[in-house]
């Protein structure tokens, strides 16, 4: 059985289809599709995590429909279309079996700790020992910090990934970013003494206007 990560499936909106060009001609096809792809990587004793904004603009009966038409033992971590205007979860995500609902959730894969929201964290539980954060809500237009992933579906194909294929990713983003701070620093080498300079400079120019002032103030003792 395997643990699969996925998040902003947003089953039955149609400005998925514009704004995010979702490539297809309706709404019926796109759910179709999606559900035809999650169920081609997640099988039924799987495991999905799905990272809110499950669906939109369908009645209860359609939602139930897709909810039970896709594989694996689904838990749920809230997002803001999932909520009335209240924060109660919606009816029709309310009736549904899920293993468990929340806001945030924390799970173990061979020991990697993975931290799982709607939100992207700028920091969390663990960070600095080495864990991950698995996110959603962005739709593949936000770079999160080094050791984070978008996990939704418009950042991963229109499918869930496994939890394997989430820590690469994320091991990659620390590579990466670490490749771009070596980079800088090399960079900046050659700089430091100038800035030193200017920062002297700056403060010495600062003491001088605060002297002058001081010295033409009427309230001057």
Same mark, same amino acid.
């Given at each position: 059985?395997?643990?699969?990560?996925?998040?902003?499936?947003?089953?039955?909106?149609?400005?998925?289809?514009?704004?995010?060009?979702?490539?297809?001609?309706?709404?019926?096809?796109?759910?179709?599709?999606?559900?035809?792809? @999650?169920?081609?990587?997640?099988?039924?004793?799987?495991?999905? @995590?799905?990272? *809110?904004?499950? !669906?939109?603009?369908?009645? #209860?009966? %359609?939602? !139930?429909?897709?909810?039970?038409?896709?594989?694996?033992?689904?838990?749920?971590?809230?997002?803001?279309?999932?909520?009335?205007?209240?924060?109660?979860?919606?009816?029709?995500?309310?009736?549904?079996?899920?293993? !468990?609902?929340?806001?945030?959730?924390?799970?173990?894969?061979? *020991?990697?700790? =993975?931290?799982?929201?709607?939100?992207?964290?700028?920091? @969390?539980?663990?960070?600095?020992?080495?864990?991950?954060?698995?996110?959603?809500?962005?739709?593949?237009?936000?770079?999160?910090?080094?050791?984070? =992933?978008?996990?939704?579906?418009?950042?991963? *194909?229109?499918?869930? =990934?496994?939890?394997?294929?989430?820590?690469? #990713?994320?091991?990659?983003?620390? =590579?990466?970013? #670490?490749?771009?701070?070596?980079?800088?620093?090399?960079?900046?080498?050659?700089?430091?003494?100038? @800035?030193?300079?200017?920062?002297? *400079?700056?403060? #010495?120019? %600062?003491?001088?206007?605060?002297?002058?002032?001081?010295?033409?103030?009427?309230?001057?003792?």
């Amino acid at each position: 059985m395997s643990t699969f990560l996925t998040a902003d499936t947003h089953f039955g909106h149609p400005l998925m289809l514009t704004a995010l060009s979702r490539p297809y001609p309706h709404v019926d096809a796109m759910d179709e599709a999606m559900i035809s792809a @999650w169920n081609a990587v997640v099988h039924p004793k799987d495991t999905v @995590w799905h990272l *809110g904004d499950f !669906s939109m603009k369908h009645e #209860q009966r %359609r939602v !139930s429909e897709i909810w039970h038409a896709l594989n694996g033992r689904k838990h749920l971590i809230i997002g803001n279309h999932d909520v009335d205007k209240k924060g109660g979860l919606l009816p029709a995500l309310s009736r549904l079996d899920w293993v !468990s609902v929340s806001h945030f959730a924390e799970i173990k894969h061979d *020991g990697q700790r =993975i931290m799982l929201s709607h939100y992207a964290p700028y920091v @969390w539980n663990q960070a600095h020992r080495g864990s991950y954060a698995a996110f959603g809500h962005s739709h593949g237009q936000v770079v999160g910090m080094p050791g984070t =992933i978008d996990v939704g579906v418009d950042n991963q *194909g229109l499918k869930p =990934i496994s939890v394997e294929e989430f820590i690469r #990713q994320a091991e990659d983003s620390i =590579i990466n970013a #670490q490749e771009v701070v070596s980079t800088i620093s090399d960079r900046l080498i050659g700089l430091t003494d100038v @800035w030193a300079e200017q920062a002297k *400079g700056i403060k #010495q120019n %600062r003491r001088r206007i605060n002297e002058e002032e001081e010295f033409s103030s009427p309230f001057r003792p």
